[in-house]
């Protein structure tokens, strides 16, 4: 089935101490993303990747790194979390490099409390 | 700032109601254009894009108006399984710019 997995799907932690949140898709797409979605605030774009190797910053970059060293995986770094990164985060895929051109596949979501 | 705006409503109507969603983007320079239904706590998914010369998907109609920089969506005769989160999508690149989306309740 194709799909976009996340992992963890909620996690609760304190401030400072690293994650990582996961993100794989098996579409083969060249483009990948995170976003965080806030009340009132909508979906804002974090990090994209337009394909392995190719990272670059969204609207909202600070506080967060992203790393692509396979086509498959996207993973999401909070080096030192803060109660501000407190939120549901999306990764998505897309087929082509220039993601905002095709339909993006969206993983089921991670929902983050930093305490 | 690049921005995607919509009326976050809630739209309440009933079923089989005609409703209409409007939404702005003001980057002039963007290229492609969405609508993506999110139910409660769910991801996003996409529902229709929106091509120049508008687009129809059953009960669903989406135009594009460039000059006035705007893009819409109908509905034709609402199912309460319509109820949702909408979300326009302008994009240029690489980044999409979302609307913070509109709420639809249809009720019995």
């Known amino acids: 089935e194709a799909q976009v997995t996340q992992n963890p799907r909620y996690l609760i932690t304190v401030t400072g101490k690293k994650l990582t949140v996961t993100c794989s898709q098996n579409m083969n797409h060249e483009y990948m993303s995170w976003y965080r979605q806030d009340p009132g605030l909508g979906l804002r774009q974090i990090y994209y990747s337009m394909n392995v190797e190719v990272t670059d910053k969204g609207d909202v970059p600070e506080g967060y790194k992203v790393s692509r060293k396979e086509k498959r995986n996207f993973p999401l770094i909070l080096e030192s979390p803060s109660p501000n990164q407190t939120s549901l985060y999306f990764c998505a895929s897309s087929l082509s490099g220039t993601g905002a051109y095709n339909e993006q596949f969206f993983g089921p979501g991670t929902r983050l409390t930093v305490l | 700032r690049k921005e995607v705006e919509q009326d976050p409503g809630p739209f309440n109507v009933p079923e089989g109601a005609t409703v209409a969603f409007n939404c702005t983007y003001s980057?002039?320079?963007?290229?492609?254009f969405f609508w993506y239904r999110q139910d409660c706590r769910k991801e996003p998914k996409l529902l229709m894009s929106?091509?120049?010369s508008g687009n129809e998907d059953g009960r669903f109609t989406a135009q594009l108006n460039r000059a006035s920089q705007y893009i819409s969506l109908l509905i034709r005769d609402s199912k309460l399984s319509d109820s949702a989160t909408y979300l326009c999508v302008a994009g240029g690149s690489y980044i999409p710019t979302f609307g913070r989306g509109t709420s639809l309740i249809v009720h019995p």
């Open positions: 929106v091509y120049s």
């Open positions: 980057n002039s320079a963007s290229q492609s």
